[in-house]
């Protein structure tokens, strides 16, 4: 399974919704956290990661663990694969979607990872939703959702640049998959559904399509 949203990760806002999502999940939760994305920020904006995905599970009552790994050589570090064969949860947070992308792909870890989406919930916010994609604003995505462009903070003002990227990228082939925040889209196998108190939104061409929570989405409109 596939949950991806636009921002609010670990935060209050997104809790009610993070508890649901977990409930998915056929077997007890097992929750892996990954800061990746920030992997080129500064040591204290890794913590404040690590410390607001500590302090969100920690509320959702789950196992957790934080995996503090930077780049491409620390997530294919034999132990983080090892703790990723036990785990039915993995949640990539925000920064980079290009650093975040060069970490993965291609690798040990990508492999493992399809296994959990097998077996469990891949999850991710802002850059962790965007490398979801088959391509991203920039660059290649890993193709989870084939066809598709992500992009997350849709709608929110600080992220104003983000409606103009959509204009232009509205004109090519790919269908553009806008997040808001604190909201799902869930792909579980050929069911899509949303999750949260925002919208989702699908856009091609002069088609825009939106979706609020409970909506179940007809697979074709990724296509």
Not at 11 to 36: C, E, H, Q, V
Not at 144 to 152: D, E, G, H
Not at 194 to 214: A, C, N, P, R, W
Request: hydrophobic share 35%; net charge negative; glycine share 8%.
């Amino acid at each position: 399974m596939i949950a991806i949203t636009g921002s609010g990760e670990f935060l209050p806002s997104i809790l009610d919704a993070d508890k649901k999502l977990i409930g998915y999940l056929d077997d007890t939760p097992i929750a892996l956290t990954f800061s990746t994305a920030a992997g080129k920020e500064s040591d204290n904006r890794l913590l404040y990661w690590k410390n607001l995905a500590q302090d969100h599970f920690a509320s959702l009552g789950i196992e957790h663990k934080h995996i503090d790994a930077r780049n491409r050589e620390d997530l294919n570090n034999s132990d983080v694969i090892d703790v990723m064969k036990s785990s039915n949860f993995v949640y990539f947070s925000g920064g980079s979607p290009i650093h975040l992308y060069d970490s993965i792909y291609n690798s040990e870890f990508s492999e493992e990872l399809k296994n959990v989406e097998k077996r469990g919930i891949i999850a991710g916010c802002s850059a962790g939703a965007m490398i979801m994609g088959e391509k991203m604003i920039k660059g290649t995505g890993l193709n989870y959702l084939q066809n598709t462009i992500v992009i997350p903070h849709y709608g929110e003002s600080f992220y104003s640049w983000i409606s103009n990227t959509v204009k232009v990228l509205n004109r090519g082939k790919y269908k553009l998959l806008c997040l808001e925040k604190d909201t799902y889209f869930i792909k579980d196998k050929n069911e899509i559904r949303v999750l949260g108190k925002q919208q989702v939104h699908i856009i091609y061409k002069k088609e825009h399509h939106t979706f609020s929570d409970g909506d179940k989405i007809d697979l074709s409109l990724l296509s």
